[in-house]
């Protein structure tokens, strides 16, 4: 049974067209900032940095440092390159939630609230990753190639279905 009507395909159809203008436009005003101040605030500074502050952390003895966007210990050596960074998927989201029909307070708590969930769980990732390059080869393979990128991109959808359905039901009371 079809329950698409004319109105919901050519909604969908403007949505699905100023979601991927947007995040095209995004996406390549990101690009523009390779090698950039930007690229290393946001890669060394705000990605990588942190990353090491927490494995030193967690296990002092991984003597671990950051170095430009690098996690370097004796026992293993993480490079952290632009897209292993989640900003990707922070640019999906943000996009996805311009492109909604919500008020621009929603939107903006969506982007800011979701972004921090990405930025926290792609966090989470690097630090995985950095374990498994240390203690397990295979699979740091496996999770770097398929699993943790599906895992991030999935985070982000759960909390943009979250988001919207969340704004529907206050809409509808």
């Not at 095209?24 to 390779?34: A, G, K, M, R, V």
């Not at 960074?85 to 621009?104: H, K, Q, S, Y």
């Not at 699979?139 to 943009?160: E, K, N, Q, R, S």
Request: proline letters at 3%; one cysteine or more.
């Amino acid at each position: 049974m079809n329950t698409a009507t004319p109105k919901n395909t050519k909604v969908l159809a403007h949505y699905s067209a100023l979601f991927l203008t947007l995040f095209f436009f995004l996406q390549t005003l990101y690009q523009t900032s390779h090698d950039t101040a930007f690229e290393h605030l946001w890669i060394d500074s705000l990605t990588v940095l942190p990353s090491a502050n927490l494995i030193h952390w967690l296990t002092p003895n991984e003597r671990v440092s950051a170095q430009g966007h690098r996690l370097i210990s004796p026992y293993a050596r993480l490079s952290v390159l632009n897209g292993c960074e989640g900003t990707e998927v922070i640019l999906l989201l943000t996009a996805a939630l311009l492109a909604l029909r919500l008020d621009w307070r929603r939107k903006f708590l969506g982007i800011v609230l979701g972004g921090l969930l990405v930025y926290t769980a792609n966090q989470l990732r690097i630090i995985t990753l950095y374990y498994c390059l240390r203690f397990n080869r295979t699979l740091f393979d496996i999770l770097h190639g398929t699993v943790a990128p599906i895992a991030i991109i999935l985070i982000a959808v759960l909390f943009f279905v979250y988001w919207v359905s969340r704004g529907t039901a206050r809409r509808t009371v």
